[in-house]
């Protein structure tokens, strides 16, 4: 590469198709496998991901019709299903796109779909999100066009990450097998049912059904703690992204000087610190102020005081060798040292998800094998 940028992430593109393999593994032969790439591939580059496993995976999941769109102008031809609302007045754009499945949980918009157009109902068994309610399910399937090409009924599950209590996620499944009961009696019979995401195909695999959806587990991540705990020796993830910067000032401060704004941190003693070009404007948030870590040659190095719009200071005291330029880790592996997205999730007091996909877009992504 001619040109480094300051700030960028790594992708792997064999830790993504050693995933998808993994995961393959985990469910019954013949069961499609759909890769969720929605929300720019959960932080690690829509196309790009799709590009990489589109050989590996069975279909993709997005969460808007533009989304499959940009998959298509990519020329990725693998069947597409929008799992958000699509406006019926670009119903007809969604059909000519070919191969492109949309979710409808709405009476009046089963009417509205062109003939050929295949759709899959969602059926809401307690997540109280998208999908027609359980208790409506029945009328809405028996007013709905005999021309209807209704290829699934699905549903999402609202507790499965609860490993003390599975009595909500079994009414769900409860729920949806009355569902699908209501279809068979109505002779409405999908080709496809499936409700299991990536925590289900961990947790519920007779489950399995003709289809899984599995997101984050394809990018070698972790729901939670738990899973990683209860399945990290028998399921082998390889996170994807790796979030990197540079050293881009150092100092030394002494005893007791003042970081950051709204000075809400001294240190407490003599300090060589530095600035690295990340803030939350990069996805880095706020709530890892005096909180975060990150590495510099192999040793963690804490965040000191408020994190600002584009930069953060570390405390590089442990790393009398650091010079300006010196390559920092913020998610990933640097010599014997990791910091995980896990890790960064539970400092900010959040979910790994939203620790991957916050990161912004503008960002370079370089992917390597």
Request: hydrophobic letters at 45%.
């Amino acid at each position: 590469m001619a040109h480094q940028p300051d700030t960028w992430l790594e992708l792997s593109r064999s830790a993504a198709v050693a995933n998808a393999a993994t995961i393959r593994a985990l469910i019954n032969p013949g069961v499609i496998l759909l890769s969720v790439i929605k929300a720019n591939g959960y932080g690690h580059g829509l196309v790009p991901m799709a590009k990489i496993l589109k050989q590996h995976i069975d279909w993709f999941g997005v969460f808007t019709l533009d989304e499959a769109i940009e998959l298509r102008s990519a020329g990725i031809r693998n069947p597409v299903l929008v799992l958000g609302r699509t406006n019926p007045v670009r119903f007809a754009q969604a059909k000519r796109l070919g191969g492109v499945r949309l979710t409808l949980c709405l009476a009046e918009e089963l009417r509205r779909v062109p003939q050929g157009l295949a759709v899959h109902i969602k059926v809401d068994t307690g997540l109280s999100r998208l999908g027609v309610p359980a208790a409506e399910f029945e009328a809405l399937l028996a007013n709905a066009p005999r021309s209807l090409n209704i290829e699934g009924i699905y549903s999402h599950l609202a507790d499965a990450e609860n490993f003390k209590d599975d009595s909500y996620t079994h009414q769900q499944f409860v729920r949806f097998e009355n569902a699908l009961a209501q279809a068979a009696a109505l002779s409405k019979n999908p080709e496809l049912t499936h409700i299991l995401a990536s925590d289900g195909i961990l947790r519920f695999p007779e489950q399995n059904r003709q289809l899984v959806r599995c997101g984050i587990l394809l990018y070698g991540l972790w729901p939670n703690e738990e899973f990683e705990k209860r399945y990290g020796t028998t399921v082998p993830l390889r996170p994807v992204l790796s979030f990197k910067s540079r050293l881009m000032s150092i100092k030394t401060i002494p005893k007791g000087t003042k970081v950051g704004y709204a000075v809400t941190e001294r240190v407490k003693r003599d300090s060589r610190v530095a600035v690295v070009p990340v803030g939350y404007r990069d996805g880095y948030g706020r709530t890892l102020s005096s909180n975060g870590v990150m590495l510099v040659r192999g040793v963690r190095c804490k965040v000191l005081g408020r994190i600002s719009m584009n930069m953060t200071v570390i405390d590089i005291t442990a790393v009398p060798a650091a010079a300006v330029g010196d390559e920092v880790v913020l998610i990933g592996r640097q010599l014997n040292a990791e910091i995980t997205a896990l890790e960064l999730a539970r400092l900010s007091g959040t979910i790994t998800y939203e620790v991957v996909t916050r990161i912004n877009p503008l960002i370079p992504r370089i992917y390597v094998n």
